[in-house]
């Protein structure tokens, strides 16, 4: 499995291309001038490398990749911490609607295309590489020409295409939250504005599965909906304070709703021969859920740390590089070296190419991107 995608949290520096991302202030404080700078939300830059690196835990340490349990408990960790995905969903539901308060339509729409374009199509061509040189792990055949363009489109899933990476599943589902929001970051975001959208995307999550129409069934995304729509409540608490009831009635909703629909993502998460603990994956996303709420009471800004900038901006290539290079490596040199070496060389070596790709490839193609897409034509 595994997650989101995922869009950026940290706040990127101007040469990525877009405005740092900045913590709003807390009820009762004054709230910062349009121009002064406000304080990065790093513990949310924290939260996303530790989903991204538990979700590589979760493929690198499977029995199908080694032939057996070899990690002892971190085995038995790593069965369950495929959930990394659901908080990232929920980190996306806070960040997205915390980027695009007071932006223009047509500004969200390009800081979606420069976040998530260079780093993505980067680790497709890189995985493409790795894959038609060594093959597909498990013995499958390398990826074909019409299958590796169609990746680059991010749309590959819709298209009916299979993913060059199984980790880039989650990004339809990011996808498609970026597009029904912008109907109402067309409008512009207002408190009101963003709890009637998630009532409304709500309604319709309970009404798509039994509805008999694929296509509210695709934009409603009911399995995976509660999620984002409990990150965007947790960042109107964030906002308006924790006396703002109706956020919490939603969350709780939500969290209702996200508990029905763990039984299915249990299942598909159950390797033949195994039985996960439905119970354990509620208790852990309900953990996920708790630690949200915490941020959204400004109980965790003191994790204030610099050095979390840069872990939380390997996240994203850290997900999108990890599973079919590393397992495809994984299984290549597993009977050659020791497993736990290979484990801690293997997670090394992915923590090292995400900064690269994040600071030689990622921040200067976000920049140059984001001045071609803002040129406009000289007036003739």
């Known amino acids: 499995m595994s997650l989101q995608p995922f869009p950026r949290l940290l706040g990127a520096r101007p040469e990525n291309g877009e405005r740092p991302l900045a913590l709003p202030s807390l009820p009762g404080q004054p709230r910062p001038g349009p121009g002064a700078a406000r304080p990065r939300l790093r513990i949310l830059d924290g939260l996303r490398i530790v989903?991204?690196?538990v979700v590589l835990l979760h493929h690198y340490t499977r029995p199908s990749v080694w032939g057996g349990d070899t990690?002892?408990?971190?085995?038995?960790?790593?069965?369950?911490s495929w959930l990394g995905v659901e908080l990232f969903f929920?980190?996306?539901?806070?960040?997205?609607?915390?980027s695009?308060?007071?932006?223009?339509?047509?500004?969200?729409?390009?800081?979606?295309?420069i976040r998530l374009g260079p780093a993505y199509w980067f680790c497709v061509l890189a995985t493409m590489a790795v894959l038609l040189a060594v093959g597909k792990p498990f013995g499958g055949a390398g990826p074909g020409l019409s299958q590796i363009l169609t990746n680059l489109t991010m749309f590959q899933t819709p298209l009916g295409s299979s993913e060059l990476d199984l980790s880039y599943w989650t990004l339809w589902s990011e996808?498609?939250?970026?597009?029904?929001?912008?109907?109402?970051?067309?409008?512009?975001?207002?408190y009101r504005k963003v709890l009637n959208f998630c009532w409304i995307w709500t309604v319709a999550s309970l009404l798509a599965?039994?509805?008999?129409?694929?296509?509210?069934?695709?934009?409603?995304?009911?399995?995976?909906?509660?999620?984002?729509?409990?990150?965007?409540?947790?960042?109107l608490i964030r906002r308006e304070g924790p006396r703002a009831g109706e956020p919490w009635v939603l969350l709780a909703f939500s969290w209702l709703l996200m508990q029905r629909w763990l039984n299915d993502i249990v299942q598909w998460n159950t390797v033949k021969g195994d039985r996960l603990s439905w119970e354990m994956?509620?208790?852990?996303?309900?953990?996920?859920?708790a630690v949200m709420a915490a941020v959204a009471l400004?109980?965790?800004d003191r994790i204030d740390w610099r050095w979390l900038s840069v872990a939380g901006a390997m996240s994203y290539p850290l997900y999108l590089l990890h599973q079919q290079i590393g397992v495809t490596l994984l299984e290549k040199w597993r009977r050659d070296v020791e497993p736990w070496t290979l484990l801690l060389s293997a997670t090394a070596v992915m923590l090292l190419a995400s900064w690269l790709i994040q600071r030689f490839v990622e921040r200067p193609v976000a920049g140059r991107l984001k001045r071609f897409l803002e040129t406009r034509p000289k007036a003739s």
Not at 210 to 231: C, D, Q, R, T
């Open 51 to 53: 989903a991204a690196v």
């Open 100 to 113: 695009a308060w007071g932006r223009p339509l047509g500004s969200y729409l390009r800081s979606r295309v």
């Open 298 to 300: 400004g109980w965790l």
């Open 90 to 98: 929920m980190i996306s539901g806070f960040v997205i609607c915390m």
């Open 175 to 190: 996808v498609r939250f970026y597009l029904i929001f912008a109907v109402v970051a067309w409008t512009g975001l207002t």
């Open 71 to 80: 990690f002892g408990w971190l085995t038995v960790v790593g069965r369950y």
């Open 281 to 289: 994956c509620l208790f852990v996303v309900t953990v996920c859920y």
């Open 209 to 235: 599965p039994s509805s008999g129409l694929p296509i509210l069934n695709v934009l409603a995304n009911p399995v995976y909906s509660p999620l984002f729509i409990s990150g965007i409540c947790f960042y």
